[in-house]
């Protein structure tokens, strides 16, 4: 299909896969990081080993790329050692598939971000309402109640000193509810592989949306008091790209400027959003190759399970993953949302998704209107609440690791009505199950189950 297309004249934006893996590196790093007690200094030793390895795999190929003077744009990704290349020709490709080092060329895939539907829209700005928890009587502000997110705040946490990471369309910056709470660009907090912005933006108005979920202020979000960092991976011309889901999470692991240079792996996040997936008709291998360094260094990836509807096996990769946290949908009533993904996953068997939270016309931070809010559906909107009530986990505990956060979030999920047909030959009367996973969030029997820092 690609050398179909290159030979058509035609360019495409193509990953490199070299035949060195990274599987040797991260095992070695586990056991000689035993000792290592320093999260910081954990990731930048691992950065550090992964980055010489694709300097020394990727050197041939990247003299091959530097050669070209074309309108080409290239990444090396030492998180997987990979090179992903923009507008790559014929001949390029062919010379690049002539290094002996190189297992694989083959095309970016375009993923899907999640489809958001726009229930209703209000451009009234609430900057000037009740700071900082207004008491909602309407459905707009249903989700943070129903996960019973304000009695959390009442016992004193709402994610002070917790920075979350999202990976989506952007974020609209100058937008009231999230303004305050961005960690700056000098402090690495926004990376744009489009166009190299210095300033968060969001053309699609997505990923603002979801991020107002998690830390939104005005009673918007579950974790107002935390602080947020983003990278875009919407390409305006192509749609969510897999190049730039790349790109994305190696900045999670450790963020670097706007350019791309001066990484400090002290702001890596402890928690990452992702509403975002494969298709299924798509193969994911690729993706599977990230699991290993996200296990190995305590980072917790958060996805939407997707919008697939009642079909089973129907839950998008990567959060179909038995390593990540898969989150599906609940409606207004507190009952399970029809139009969520579900399991069994089809990449390895598990129990899908592994939970649920709002989905049903939630009330979200707009950017397509300045400064307002709208309502829509989708579990985009229900992986950042789960993301949120992370926060206040570790601002409760910040040395809880991931696998304890997923250990308790699971035990202190409520059951929910639902009415669809079982899936996976596990009935919808035992938890987890393929329709709701452990059941719906409670963010109050979250805290009350996370113990204090010893």
């Not at 091959?64 to 490709?93: F, G, P, Y």
């Amino acid at each position: 299909m690609l050398h179909f297309k290159l030979q058509t004249g035609g360019s495409a934006n193509i990953i490199v896969t070299f035949k060195i893996g990274t599987n040797d590196t991260i095992n070695r790093f586990i056991q000689e990081s035993k000792s290592i007690s320093n999260r910081e200094e954990k990731i930048t030793k691992l950065s550090n080993e992964l980055q010489n390895l694709a300097t020394t795999t990727q050197k041939e190929v990247l003299d091959v790329v530097n050669e070209v003077r074309a309108n080409i744009k290239h990444s090396i990704i030492w998180m997987t050692n990979q090179l992903t290349i923009r507008n790559a020709s014929l001949d390029l490709v062919n010379k690049i598939a002539a290094v002996n080092d190189v297992s694989v060329i083959r095309e970016t895939k375009v993923l899907l971000g999640m489809t958001a539907f726009n229930i209703s829209n209000s451009s009234d700005s609430m900057s000037g309402r009740l700071k900082p928890y207004p008491d909602f009587p309407y459905a707009t502000a249903w989700p943070p109640l129903q996960v019973k997110a304000p009695e959390v705040w009442k016992q004193g946490y709402d994610g002070t000193g917790v920075t979350i990471g999202i990976i989506d369309s952007g974020v609209q910056l100058t937008h009231d509810c999230l303004y305050n709470s961005y960690v700056g660009i000098d402090n690495n907090g926004w990376f744009d592989p489009e166009r190299k912005s210095n300033s968060p933006r969001d053309g699609l108005g997505h990923g603002t949306g979801c991020l107002s979920m998690a830390v939104g202020q005005f009673g918007i979000g579950v974790a107002p008091g935390a602080k947020w960092m983003a990278c875009l991976i919407y390409d305006s011309n192509l749609g969510w790209m897999e190049d730039y889901a790349l790109q994305c999470l190696q900045f999670m692991i450790c963020p670097t400027d706007h350019e791309g240079n001066n990484k400090d792996c002290s702001k890596s996040p402890r928690v990452i959003n992702n509403s975002w997936y494969y298709t299924d008709e798509e193969d994911d291998t690729n993706m599977r190759v990230i699991i290993p360094i996200f296990e190995a260094l305590d980072i917790v990836l958060v996805f939407c399970i997707g919008n697939g509807g009642i079909a089973c096996g129907s839950g998008g990769a990567p959060g179909n993953y038995k390593e990540f946290i898969g989150v599906g949908g609940s409606t207004y009533e507190g009952q399970y949302w029809s139009g969520t993904s579900n399991g069994p996953s089809r990449t390895d068997g598990s129990i899908k998704p592994d939970l649920v939270a709002p989905s049903e016309v939630v009330f979200v931070a707009d950017s397509l209107t300045e400064g307002g809010y709208a309502c829509y559906d989708g579990t985009s909107y229900s992986a950042p609440l789960v993301v949120g009530v992370i926060a206040l986990m570790l601002q409760k505990n910040p040395r809880i690791t991931k696998d304890e956060i997923k250990e308790i979030l699971y035990k202190s999920c409520d059951p929910l009505p639902i009415s669809d047909a079982p899936c996976g030959n596990v009935s919808n009367d035992l938890y987890p199950n393929n329709r709701a996973g452990y059941g719906l969030i409670n963010a109050l029997k979250v805290i009350n189950n996370t113990p204090h820092m010893s």
